[in-house]
Structure formats: structure tokens, C-alpha cells
């Protein structure tokens, strides 16, 4: 019999497994203080009700005072509001508005995705016209029919995200629907003759977690982009009901007066979302062992 050979590890390689676990480490205790960090944003979003006078108070002979002012940690705006406070319910609205679009979608994509890739032929091309009706309609011009509708605002805008962002979720959705009613299990199932309702409940949607957790996350980020654009324009939170998008808005009429305005809202939206990003490429890591296996 001959000896088996084991892999010899020389010193180089136990230096590059030494530095891809530091690497590793590092890149973890960044995830972690994303994570506290989005968690501080999301109590935030909780008590934004309850803090609504500290962000609406004017005072209008401290206007436009510079950060780090005595009793005003970043200034004042143009009507003498606290803008730390302001942040504070911007950042609150904006997740509030991403969360609930984002939930909205991802009921709607779900329904939707499971019906086209599991029920049938029938089902599968009505989704898949609807589908494509949705996507040829971009999300600011249903939001102004909103907004002429319900009039300008946060419903408006809600309702434009959701009905704009599940197109997208329900075509991932079902292409994964498509992989998954090949496994034996599901194969299985339909020869006991479970309904296919009972097995959309019972094996679909838990095989779907992962997919529902990365796009919820990521459609956070694009739904909270998306509302400060559509604010900004004048057609999503108005004033004075705080948001990123009005802060830009607001700021930007007075460049020539201010500008740090523009620049910690600006600043605060770029990390907000930066954050979310980093938080959907960590799930996807962890849900997906290849990924794992090559870093």
C-alpha cells in the first residue's frame, strides 16, 4: 500500500490564510458597525412621531447658523429649525417610506413570481404581461398620477415605488420558482396530490427566504434614493414635514447663502445607502456558499 500523500502548506500559504482571515475579520467588525448603526437609524424612525416639535420649532433670529453653534450641533436652516432634529426625521421618513415600499413589493413580487412559475401556463403569461406593462412605466411618472390623484406627498409616493418595484422582485422571484419545482421534493409533493396552494406555503416560500431578505435590503436602498428624489422635486414629503430630499431642496436655493445644508444631507443619504448595500453583499455571502468558498 502506498502512502497517501497530504497537501504540504508552506509558509507563504499560512501567511495568505493568516491575512484573508484578518481581512475577514476586519471586513466583519465594519458589517457589525453597519448593522448598529442601521439599527440607531430604525429607533430613530420609531420616535420621529414623537420628537415632531423639536424638528418644526423656528426661531427666525437664528437662522442659518453654522455647525457646532451653541445649542445647535449642525446649524440652523433658513427658518432657524435645528437641522440636527431635521436629519433625525428625515432619516426617519426615508426609512420608513423605503421599509413600507419595500414590503409592499415584496408581497406583490411574491404572489406574483410563484403564481407565473408554478401554476401553470396560463398564469405564468398573464404575470409575465404584467410584468412588462409595470416596467414600461418609470416610478416618477406614477408618481405625479399619484400626486394628481391623492395629491403631493408620501402616499403618493409609497404607492409609485411599490407599484414600479415589484415587477422586478416577481421576475427574480420567478425564476428561482422555476428551479425550485424541479427539486424532488417539490415533485414529491404534487404526486401526493398536495394542493399547490399548500405547497406554495409550505416548501416554495421558505426556499425563497434568501431572495426575499437580499432584495428587501436592496430595494430599501433604492426605495430611500428614490423618495429624496421624488421630495426634492416637490412631489414626495412636504414641507414641514422633514425629509433628506426637502433638506436638498431647501439648501439648494440658498448655495450662495450656506452650504453645509446640502453637504450633511447629502452626506447622511450617501451613507444611509452605502450602509444597506453593505448589508444585502453580507446576506449574499452568507446565503451563497460559492461566494464564500472563492474569497
Known amino acids: 500500500m502506498t502512502a497517501v500523500e497530504l497537501p504540504q502548506f508552506t509558509l507563504v500559504d499560512r501567511k495568505r490564510s493568516r491575512e484573508r482571515a484578518r481581512r475577514v475579520g476586519r471586513v466583519r467588525v465594519l458589517v457589525l458597525v453597519g448593522y ?3 439599527g440607531v437609524f430604525g429607533l430613530v424612525a420609531q420616535l420621529v412621531p414623537s420628537l415632531e416639535h423639536r424638528m418644526t420649532d423656528q426661531s427666525m433670529r437664528d437662522t442659518f447658523l453654522p455647525p457646532l453653534s ?3 450641533l449642525l446649524g ?3 427658518l432657524g429649525r435645528d437641522s440636527l432634529w431635521r436629519l433625525i426625521g428625515g432619516l426617519g421618513v426615508s426609512l420608513s417610506v423605503g421599509l413600507t415600499a419595500a414590503a409592499l413589493s415584496v408581497v406583490l413580487g ?3 413570481g410563484i403564481l407565473g412559475g408554478f401554476f401553470g401556463r396560463a398564469a405564468e403569461v398573464t404575470t409575465s404581461v404584467l410584468v412588462d406593462v409595470m416596467w414600461a412605466f418609470p416610478a416618477i411618472l406614477l408618481a405625479i398620477v399619484f400626486a394628481g390623484w391623492l395629491g403631493p406627498g408620501l402616499p403618493a409616493v409609497v404607492l409609485a415605488l411599490a407599484l414600479t418595484g415589484w415587477a422586478s422582485f416577481a421576475r427574480i422571484v420567478r425564476g428561482e420558482v422555476l428551479s425550485l419545482r424541479e427539486r424532488e421534493f417539490i415533485a414529491a409533493a404534487q404526486v401526493l396530490g398536495v394542493p399547490k396552494v399548500v ?3 409550505r416548501h416554495l416560500l421558505p426556499n425563497l427566504l434568501p431572495v426575499k431578505m437580499l432584495m428587501s435590503v ?3 436602498a433604492t ?3 428614490a423618495e429624496a428624489g421624488l421630495s426634492f422635486l416637490g412631489l414626495g414629503a412636504q414641507p414641514p414635514t422633514p425629509s433628506l430630499g426637502v433638506t436638498l431642496a431647501e439648501g439648494r436655493d440658498y448655495l450662495n447663502v450656506t452650504w453645509w445644508p446640502v453637504v450633511i ?3 447622511v443619504l450617501t451613507v444611509l445607502v452605502l450602509l444597506l448595500n453593505g448589508l444585502s453583499d453580507d446576506l449574499r455571502d452568507r446565503f451563497d456558499p460559492k461566494l464564500r468558498e472563492r474569497s
Do not use: M, Q, Y
Open 265 to 267: 444631507a447629502g452626506g
Open 223 to 225: 426605495a430611500i434614493v
Open 70 to 72: 451653541p445649542g445647535h
Open 199 to 201: 405547497i406554495s406555503f
Open 110 to 112: 411574491l404572489v406574483v
Open 218 to 220: 436592496f430595494f430599501v
Open 36 to 38: 448598529g448603526i442601521i
Open 76 to 78: 440652523t436652516d433658513v
